[in-house]
């Protein structure tokens, strides 16, 4: 079996590392090459295969590995000319091992000839297509934005370009087969793209790597990437979602969901959301979970002073005039650390005709940092902020807070005490993780999360108290509520 790791390694060498990124230039290692083809089913005719964003040719090399029988016609698509130097002679070392093997290499941008290739309808009707696309912003005046959305396809990113002319090229039943990062399962610039996507598509499988470091690791990419298999025009059926922590994919688990968990009925956003497949709560709600913030009568906004633009009203020390401003340091492990005058940051803010409006009333908030970090053991991390923790009946909360409020004012006590408990534990951690692939913690996700009711929440802060509990405190209570819920 010819094995194309050696070649990827000698073309990395070669490649400039400033165009590298601007072209997106990861290429993907024979053990996840292979696994991506065992992805398809056995085929039964002859395979028009469409390999976008070649590179070296790993992925059509392991798709003549995995089906060495089958007859197979591949168009490799590499607009780098390092890249198409080995590409061509490995293409040609694979079909003279592999005689039903036959391809074309177009050493053309992938983006403008398909699409003007798909307006004049010239473009094949692909059986298969394997791809890992380059990752690169595309520019709001570029060229590639003008002409996908020529073809109707409206999005930011080189590989959700490449992914959606795909989708338009492939035959109906036309399997596809990509490893993209998670970033278009959630967030408002690949709505569109998630549209088109489950609009043309089934969603087959959704492969995850527990660990953002593991798919490209030759190359240092630290970005949480998926593999999924989508098939033109096929009914929805369930979807099987698998997880592994890095390349060793045998025996890796796996679980079929039906795709109301993977995408909720009437989310208009069209949220992806991947569960974990060892999670068997996530197939079904949670008893404690009655319904979205808003159902339970709660709000979220982020912090309403943006700093940078208040440079005149903040201050390092409270002075005559200035209330509390509060940033994401204030708080160290669970307790409030308020004034923090180490810290270069201020922490007062001039009550102004300009800065009034984004003050809030001094109230009983619960407060979630809106970027944790990667070494973090929970994405989501939450704190009470108690009426009486600060002085004065103003308090200016940074942007880089997120703050659960009620009508712009606090909640009672009780019911923050029971509402950062809630967050706080690993179960909703857990479900969080489904449909957040990213350490931002979005206001607009924990706007979609299933939370207990209020009195429910009141139940549980009464036990709780405003913390900080030690995690293993927070679990006990919250599977305790939870088998009273439960039988309820
Ligand atoms: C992420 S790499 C993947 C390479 C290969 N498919 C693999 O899996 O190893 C993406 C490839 O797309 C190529 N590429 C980037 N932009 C392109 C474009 N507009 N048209 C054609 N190829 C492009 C890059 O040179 C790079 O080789």
């Avoid at 005719?45 to 089958?70: E, M, Q, Y």
């Avoid at 198409?84 to 079909?95: E, I, N, R, T």
């Avoid at 993209?180 to 609009?199: D, H, Q, T, V």
């Avoid at 470091?213 to 979602?241: C, H, S, T, W, Y």
Wanted: aromatic content about 8%; proline content about 6%.
């Amino acid at each position: 079996m010819l094995s194309t790791d050696p070649i990827r390694h000698k073309a990395n060498q070669e490649l400039d590392s400033d165009r590298k990124a601007e072209w997106g230039q990861f290429m993907t290692p024979d053990a996840t090459a292979d696994f991506m083809a065992g992805l398809f089913d056995e085929p039964t005719d002859a395979v028009r295969l469409l390999d976008a964003g070649a590179g070296v040719g790993s992925l059509t090399a392991a798709f003549t590995r995995c089906f060495p029988a089958s007859s197979v016609t591949a168009e490799c698509w590499e607009a780098d000319p390092i890249m198409c130097g080995h590409l061509v002679p490995l293409l040609d070392a694979v079909a003279l091992r592999t005689p039903g093997f036959k391809f074309s290499v177009r050493k053309e941008d992938f983006i403008e000839a398909a699409a003007t290739e798909l307006i004049s309808r010239k473009m094949p009707r692909f059986t298969h297509a394997i791809q890992n696309p380059p990752y690169a912003k595309i520019k709001a005046q570029s060229k590639h934005r003008h002409i996908l959305r020529a073809v109707g396809v409206e999005t930011v990113n080189l590989y959700s370009g490449f992914l959606a002319l795909t989708i338009h090229a492939m035959a109906k039943g036309g399997q596809i087969v990509a490893i993209i990062p998670r970033s278009f399962c959630n967030g408002p610039y690949f709505k569109l793209f998630r549209a088109l996507l489950l609009r043309e598509c089934s969603l087959r499988r959704i492969h995850v790597f527990e660990s953002r470091n593991k798919a490209f690791k030759d190359d240092a990419v630290l970005q949480e990437n998926v593999i999924i298999r989508l098939d033109r025009g096929m009914p929805q059926g369930d979807v099987v979602v698998s997880s592994s922590a890095g390349l060793d994919f045998d025996g890796c688990p796996s679980r079929a969901f039906p795709f109301s968990c993977i995408v909720k009925p009437g989310d208009e956003d069209l949220f992806i959301h991947v569960p974990a497949p060892t999670d068997a709560a996530a197939l079904s709600f949670s008893p404690l979970c009655a319904g979205t913030l808003k159902d339970i009568g709660l709000e979220i906004c982020t912090g309403p002073v943006v700093d940078f633009r208040m440079t005149d009203d903040t201050r390092r020390e409270m002075e005559v005039g200035t209330v509390p401003l509060l940033y994401a340091h204030h708080f160290k492990k669970g307790v409030l650390s308020w004034p923090d005058l180490a810290h270069r940051k201020p922490n007062a803010i001039r009550v102004s005709a300009s800065s009034r409006r984004w003050l809030m009333p001094s109230g009983t908030y619960v407060l979630v940092k809106r970027f944790s970090s990667k070494e973090e053991r929970r994405r989501i991390t939450a704190y009470v902020l108690e009426s009486t923790d600060l002085p004065d009946d103003l308090v200016g909360i940074e942007n880089h807070w997120n703050v659960f409020h009620i009508g712009k004012h606090g909640l009672d006590f009780d019911l923050a005490c029971g509402l950062a408990a809630f967050l706080n534990s690993t179960a909703t951690d857990q479900v969080f993780r489904i449909f957040s692939g990213h350490t931002q913690v979005n206001a607009s996700d924990l706007r979609k999360m299933a939370f207990p009711t209020q009195e429910t929440l009141r139940a549980l802060g009464k036990k709780a108290g405003k913390g900080p509990l030690a995690q293993e405190a927070v679990d006990t209570l919250i599977s305790e509520m939870e088998i009273t819920c439960g039988n309820a």
